[in-house]
């Protein structure tokens, strides 16, 4: 069962911001991208630059204590087209997992994309990715199919690993 949301407080300065139980979603700004390039290569792969942060064309999100929203707790990466969501990225600082939070972060990420109409959000995780893959069926993922050897090895002379594809209806 999905940890429940409400909109609460929409666009103060161009910002809409959601409560989710213990956590708010809201957009990152460039004060964050100095503490996200820290933290993100903990927890995520890729190019968590500055720069990239700065030049990254989707829609980026952070989770930040509900009454201190300086205090990043996880992040999200999507974008928006025609009415699918395309989730690229999320994450929970490593100390902070395993609390709900994932839970929280993703349902704020799909109230989103629902209320900008979309009806379908996609994904791809790494097989071997077992809390990720639990957090998506938990919220009702279902996987809808395999792309082979998708990810590189994730230590020097591994093999390369497939991506599961998975979807979520969003009506
Ligand atoms: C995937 C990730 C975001 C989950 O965040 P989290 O805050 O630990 O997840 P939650 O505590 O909200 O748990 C959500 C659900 O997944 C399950 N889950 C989480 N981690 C799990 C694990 N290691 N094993 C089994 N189930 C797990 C929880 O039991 C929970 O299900 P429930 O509601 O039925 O209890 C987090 O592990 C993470 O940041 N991983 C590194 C980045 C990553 O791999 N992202 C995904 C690819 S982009």
Redesign the pocket.
Known sequence: ?LAQSHPAAAASAGLAFTVVGHGVLRPVTPDDFSELSARLPS??SGDWSVAALEASPYRQRVLVKDDAPSILL?FAEFYLVADECH????????E???????????TAVLDEARAEGCTLCL?E??RS???????Y???GFVVVGTRREYYPPLEAGGAREDALLYSLNLT
Do not use: F
Request: charged residues 15%; proline residues 3%; glycine residues 12%.
């Open positions: 069962m927890v995520l996880g989730l690229l990225e999320i994450a929970v600082w490593t902070l997992q395993g609390k709900g939070l994932g839970k929280q972060l993703l994904l995780v790494r990715n077992a809390p990720a893959c639990a957090l069926e938990r919220a």
